[in-house]
């Protein structure tokens, strides 16, 4: 009996023991898939179509650099078409749309190229339903990059920036994922020793790009540390050379109005010393043509020359009612205005032309742009200096695009004045902190040895009556007139880099920041400093006949 109820014991114990080892199995199962899941890398791979993103018949996704354009390419046949606001935003500004020519124009430093769109996708320029595309060939010949072409997703890879590019090696074969983790699908395959572009550190993963259009991320420890480096290219372009002046510039604005006034250029400098170009203001745009008025005289340039002046003539945009962006949009005006400006400077004898177009709108600014290279051309094979005026940079002004003026013209003035004007509160017209971050900001765009400094010879009376600010520009002696007149002595604030002086008068109170000897010693001094090409004054009778040896001093210290 005893015997029987263990049998049935057992029995009863083996499916426990069974279900027991089940569960053991199953929990070790489970333990496994949890391991696999967790730390097993996914062989799964990314569908490219859904990462570059859907396109239409005869699309192309464009991956450039390390960003995957929204803008997509075209193509006719084998030929690929980038889209020109996508060529001039980031690869070569240098392509200008003459919409009413139907042609792209092409500055090149010795010669203006011109090359007719067609409305079939068979030439360098492709105008497709009224967007403008450049064959990827005429991109090239002009601008140095790389591009990489693929099918199935159609796509092209384009590579532009080969200097100072942050990368890392590969240390042992891999794969880029889609994102960082080793769960995320691969997107491509990478060997070792291959060298990526090295974008952003996280925790254990490093996004990178690849140079055929790849952008994702890498496990850290498959990298070399991040270095810059350069890489060697064999691209070659026409480089442009420059129109300087061995001895620093010291440039005065002489303004002429009339043909007659040119006459008195002799009293005008009769008590000068140390200026070697004189800029009279004898050009100005009189029509959207690009018809310029012209008080030019051979005489006035002879005579500058006795003196040891070189001449560069100005023309303005200061005519009322004349479109500056209408003018300067039209390729028939601004040949125009080039045409004139040049026939006038080899006819009377002069050494250069200063630009000075003022109070520019955005819109205008690819169309000066194109002005000042097309200008240079004709300047440059005539041996004649360019010069271009700027206000201090701020934001509102980026349009002026200094970076590509410093590349195309021979030297680039700061308008270091104007801080505060007509209509502003009262206040400095150039304060010393306020011009020093003006060349700052210009010379980080800008090569400062072809950068000038201009400043001012006059100064503002500001008058306060009853809440109501008004302003006269004076001149150097007429400011010390003012003082004297009133009793008022004026203190050196270092703050501004000036003498101040207020004083009330007539239920008036008046308030004057003065240009004077130890303001523009100040001032001329930041020539030395960051290594400027000269300086320039605005202008000439407004200064004191003593302040001529005060910028000598200075600016031979530069030198």
């Given at each position: 009996?005893?015997h029987?109820?263990e049998k049935q014991?057992?029995?009863q114990q083996?499916?426990?023991v069974?279900v027991?080892?089940?569960?053991l199995?199953l929990a070790?199962v489970?333990?496994?898939?949890?391991?696999?899941k967790?730390?097993?890398?996914?062989k799964?791979?990314?569908d490219?179509?859904?990462y570059?993103?859907?396109?239409?018949?005869?699309?192309m996704?464009?991956?450039l650099g390390?960003?995957i354009?929204e803008?997509k390419a075209?193509?006719s046949?084998?030929?690929?078409?980038l889209p020109l606001?996508?060529?001039?935003t980031?690869?070569n500004q240098?392509?200008?749309?003459?919409s009413a020519n139907?042609?792209?124009?092409?500055a090149t430093?010795s010669?203006?190229?011109y090359?007719?769109a067609?409305?079939?996708?068979?030439?360098?320029v492709?105008?497709k339903a009224g967007?403008v595309?450049?064959n990827?060939d005429f991109?090239?010949k002009?601008?140095d990059?790389d591009a990489?072409v693929y099918?199935?997703?159609?796509?092209?890879?384009?590579?532009?920036?080969f200097?100072?590019v942050?990368t890392a090696?590969?240390k042992k074969d891999?794969s880029?994922?889609?994102?960082?983790g080793?769960?995320?699908?691969i997107?491509?395959?990478v060997s070792?020793g291959?060298t990526?572009?090295?974008m952003?550190a996280?925790?254990?993963?490093?996004?990178v790009?690849t140079?055929?259009?790849?952008?994702?991320?890498?496990?850290?420890d498959k990298?070399s540390?991040?270095?810059k480096?350069?890489?060697e290219r064999d691209?070659?372009?026409e480089?442009?050379?420059y129109?300087?002046?061995?001895?620093?510039?010291n440039?005065?604005?002489?303004?002429?109005?009339t043909?007659?006034?040119?006459?008195?250029l002799?009293d005008?400098i009769a008590?000068?010393?140390?200026?070697?170009?004189i800029?009279p203001?004898?050009f100005y745009?009189?029509d959207?043509?690009?018809?310029?008025?012209?008080?030019a005289s051979?005489d006035y340039?002879?005579?500058?020359?006795?003196?040891?002046?070189?001449?560069?003539?100005?023309?303005?945009?200061f005519?009322a009612?004349?479109?500056?962006t209408?003018?300067?949009?039209?390729?028939?005006s601004r040949?125009?205005i080039?045409q004139?400006l040049v026939?006038?400077a080899l006819?009377?004898?002069?050494d250069?032309?200063?630009v000075?177009?003022?109070?520019?709108?955005?819109d205008?600014?690819?169309?000066?742009l194109?002005?000042?290279?097309?200008l240079?051309i004709?300047c440059h094979?005539?041996?004649?200096?360019?010069?271009?005026?700027n206000?201090?940079p701020?934001?509102f002004t980026?349009?002026y695009?200094?970076?590509?003026?410093?590349l195309?013209?021979d030297?680039i003035i700061?308008m270091g004045?104007d801080?505060?004007?007509?209509?502003?509160?009262?206040g400095?017209?150039?304060?010393?902190?306020?011009?020093?971050q003006g060349v700052?900001?210009?010379?980080?765009?800008?090569?400062?040895?072809r950068?000038?400094?201009a400043?001012?010879?006059y100064?503002r009376?500001?008058k306060?009556?009853?809440?109501a600010v008004t302003?006269e520009?004076?001149?150097?002696?007429?400011a010390?007139n003012?003082l004297s007149?009133n009793g008022?002595?004026?203190?050196w604030?270092?703050s501004?880099?000036?003498n101040?002086a207020?004083?009330?008068?007539?239920?008036?109170t008046?308030?004057?920041?003065?240009?004077?000897a130890?303001?523009i010693a100040?001032?001329?001094k930041l020539i030395?400093?960051y290594n400027l090409?000269?300086v320039a004054?605005?202008k000439?009778?407004?200064?004191?006949?003593?302040?001529?040896?005060?910028i000598?001093?200075?600016?031979q210290?530069?030198?």
């Open positions: 009996m005893k029987e109820t014991m057992k029995k083996k499916p426990i069974i027991c080892i089940l569960i199995v070790a489970g333990v496994g898939m949890h391991f696999i967790k730390y097993i890398p996914t799964e791979r990314m490219l179509t859904e570059y993103g859907q396109t239409g018949e005869d699309e996704t464009v991956i390390t960003d354009m803008t075209v193509k046949g084998d030929r690929v078409y606001d996508m060529v001039n980031y690869l240098r392509y200008y749309w003459d139907q042609q792209i124009l092409y430093p010669e203006l190229q090359y007719p067609s409305e079939s996708g068979d030439s360098e492709w105008l967007s595309y450049l990827l991109v090239k002009f601008t990059l990489y099918d199935n997703p159609s796509r092209i890879a384009i590579q532009h920036q200097t100072s942050n090696t590969v891999t880029i994922r889609y994102r960082g080793i769960k995320s699908p997107l491509t395959d070792e291959t990526l572009i090295y952003e996280l925790e254990d993963w490093v996004q790009a140079t055929d259009g790849y952008i994702g991320y890498i496990q850290k990298l540390d991040m270095e480096k350069d890489f691209f070659q372009k480089e442009y050379t129109l300087t002046m061995e001895d620093k510039v440039l005065s604005w002489h303004q002429v109005t043909q007659e006034a040119n006459a008195y002799a005008s008590n000068i010393s140390g200026v070697n170009v800029s203001t004898w745009i009189q959207t043509a690009g018809n310029i008025g012209n008080i051979a340039v002879s005579l500058a020359h006795e003196k040891g002046l070189k001449v560069w003539g100005l023309i303005d945009n005519t009612d004349v479109s500056t209408d003018t300067l949009s039209q390729l028939a040949q125009n080039i004139q026939q006038t006819s009377v004898g002069l250069g032309i200063n000075d177009f003022e109070s520019l709108s955005e205008a600014g690819p169309h000066f194109e002005f000042l290279r097309e240079s004709e094979k005539n041996n004649l200096v360019v010069s271009v005026d206000p201090v701020e934001d980026s349009h695009d200094r970076k590509e003026q410093g195309v013209v030297y700061i004045y801080e505060h004007y007509v209509g502003s509160d009262a400095s017209v150039a304060s010393l902190p306020w011009v020093e700052q900001d210009t010379i980080a765009e800008v090569t400062p040895e950068t000038i400094l400043i001012p010879f100064t009376l500001w306060t009556t009853g809440g302003s520009a004076i001149g150097m002696d007429e010390q003012v007149t008022v002595e004026a203190v604030d270092g501004v880099g000036q101040y207020t004083f009330e008068q007539d239920n008036s008046y308030q004057i920041w003065l240009e004077d130890q303001s100040e001032k001329v030395q400093k090409a000269g004054q605005w000439l009778g407004f200064e004191n006949s003593s302040i001529w040896q005060t000598s001093d200075n600016l210290a530069a030198s």
